[in-house]
């Protein structure tokens, strides 16, 4: 069994980060997010239980976020965020920019880009319309990993989710 895996926290012990994270801030910094984020599992708001439908479904599905410092602001502190599922050869992958907020922090984003790739050809590439700014998805950062083995958030709607770090 990979380290990263069984080394998870539980769900309570997230619910106390996220308590801690509140209240104090998670500590969380810009450098310790970038990466190739794996998705390991999902909890609907107000639930005890891992939602394992849709954690098994994202796992197959290869779901992965990955955030990259933003090239084209060096001197601010800006990713470039993907979100993307793989069935097969076939990628679907939604990328645009975020940025940290806060003391907890809030990693706000928006998607301009919409891709599908059957391997390495790109079938469509769309341009998405911005959001606006007060209505941007987030993810609310709880905790991650002191060796940055997973990350953990909160997101918009309420679900709890669990990345692992991308070797």
Same mark, same amino acid.
């Not at 895996?5 to 926290?9: A, G, K």
């Not at 708001?45 to 891992?50: A, I, L, V, Y």
């Not at 469509?124 to 319309?129: D, Q």
């Given at each position: 069994?990979?380290e990263n %895996? @069984?080394?998870? &926290?539980s769900l309570? +012990?997230l619910?106390?980060l996220e308590?801690?994270? @509140? $209240?104090?801030?998670s500590? $969380?910094e810009f450098d310790?997010l970038?990466?190739?984020w794996?998705f390991?599992s999902?909890?609907k708001?107000?639930? !005890?239980?891992?939602d394992? %439908?849709?954690?098994?479904?994202l796992q197959v599905?290869s ?7 933003d %090239?084209?602001n060096p ?6 965020i993907a979100?993307?599922?793989?069935? /097969?050869l076939?990628t679907?992958?939604?990328? /645009? ?5 806060r003391?907890?922090?809030l990693l ?5 880009c919409?891709q $599908? ?6 079938i ?6 911005a &959001?606006d700014q007060?209505?941007r998805?987030?993810?609310?950062? %709880?905790?991650i990993? &002191? ?5 953990s958030a @909160? /997101? +918009?709607g /309420?679900?709890?989710?669990l990345?692992? +770090? !991308?070797?």
């Open positions: 069994m990979d %895996i @069984r080394n998870l &926290p309570n +012990k619910n106390e308590k801690k994270a @509140r $209240i104090e801030g500590g $969380i310790s970038l990466g190739l794996k390991n999902v909890w708001q107000e639930s !005890d239980t891992e394992s %439908i849709s954690s098994t479904l599905l779901a992965s976020l990955e955030l990259k410092k %090239i084209q001197e601010e502190e800006k990713f470039t979100n993307a599922i793989k069935f /097969g076939l679907l992958r939604f990328s /645009g920019y975020a940025n940290l907020e003391k907890q922090p706000p984003f928006s998607f301009n919409i $599908i790739k059957l391997a390495s050809l790109t469509l590439k769309r341009s998405l319309p &959001p007060k209505k998805p987030f993810f609310a950062l %709880i905790a990993d &002191p060796n940055g083995k997973w990350l @909160r /997101g +918009k /309420g679900g709890l989710a990345w692992v +770090k !991308d070797k």
